[in-house]
């Protein structure tokens, strides 16, 4: 059975205008083909819907079913009308996962600006550890991921979103924390609190990259960007920290400053999952997220 929406759209206007000349103005239809739009149905269903004499009019079966199409009519608009308002923004649901660190700094500022263009989109933030980003996008918790560097396997792809220069964060009280910049040279003998296994083997392969006698004693292992900084600040050892995280300094009593020698830079990417397309909700959230992203002065400032 093959029934078209043409052919309910037909029968519905049929019934409601009492013939098929009147049917056919109201759907820019010839007589002839709400004639035959109405033929079909009536064959697809095995039953008359219409006597047709010197009026159109409903038979038992036509005035029995005309309720039940109708509701199918109403329920197929309903969803012409709800894709019509994801298109638009003005409703939909944005889930978002991110580092807990950029969640609170860098993001949250996007999602700010995202719900105030679009005050009818649902967020929903979930923060996380950075090595588990990609893999809350892969379980589909989320739509999109925001983060570091991380291999992402055959079915999540990533984008590139920005770059952002880490910094070395000491306790206020540290010997160095009055310096402008200080160089990884200076840093041999110091120890470090690690919170991402991952990032702490990209920055040992750059630094043996450049001098194969550098290397970062580990001081302790944690799994969250604050809890790095909270025991940075009590003196427990450095951290090597992207630079949104800034804004913290005060709170936890830390310096951030400029690395030399060489100077490392954090490449973040847009992840999700391969082959499923994005909503108009996320569509819109990854532009904005780009043209932040990108925007000089603001760029500037964040990384001075």
């Not at 991110?98 to 967020?123: K, N, R, Y």
């Not at 952002?164 to 964060?169: F, L």
Request: hydrophobic share 45%; aromatic share 6%.
């Amino acid at each position: 059975m093959n029934i078209s929406f043409r052919q309910m759209r037909a029968f519905s206007a049929v019934a409601r205008a009492g013939s098929f000349t009147a049917a056919g103005r109201q759907l820019n239809l010839t007589q002839s083909a709400v004639s035959m739009l109405l033929q079909q149905l009536e064959e697809s269903l095995g039953v008359q819907l219409f006597d047709r004499g010197a009026t159109v009019t409903l038979t038992e079966a036509g005035q029995q079913l005309l309720p039940l199409a109708r509701r199918i009519l109403d329920d197929v608009n309903q969803v012409v009308e709800g894709a019509s308002d994801l298109r638009s923004l003005r409703t939909g649901l944005l889930r978002v996962v991110a580092p807990q660190m950029l969640a609170c700094t860098w993001l949250s500022a996007v999602l700010g600006e995202f719900e105030a263009a679009h005050p009818d989109i649902g967020l929903r933030m979930t923060d996380a550890t950075t090595d588990d980003v990609v893999g809350t996008v892969r379980r589909g918790e989320v739509e999109l991921g925001v983060g570091p560097e991380r291999p992402s396997g055959e079915d999540v792809t990533r984008s590139f979103l920005m770059d952002v220069p880490i910094r070395m964060v000491c306790s206020a009280r540290h010997r160095l924390a009055n310096r402008r910049a200080v160089s990884w040279d200076e840093l041999r003998d110091e120890r470090w609190v690690i919170y991402s296994s991952e990032f702490n083997r990209h920055l040992e392969r750059i630094l043996q990259a450049h001098d194969t006698s550098l290397s970062m004693q580990t001081a302790a292992e944690v799994g969250y960007l604050t809890t790095a900084l909270a025991l940075v600040g009590v003196g427990t050892g450095l951290a090597a920290v992207p630079d949104y995280a800034r804004m913290f300094a005060g709170n936890f009593d830390v310096r951030f400053i400029p690395l030399r020698g060489p100077e490392i830079r954090r490449q973040f990417f847009i992840y999700q999952r391969r082959g499923m397309a994005l909503s108009p909700a996320a569509q819109a959230f990854v532009a904005m997220m780009h043209r932040r992203a990108s925007r000089p002065a603001a760029r500037a400032k964040a990384w001075r």
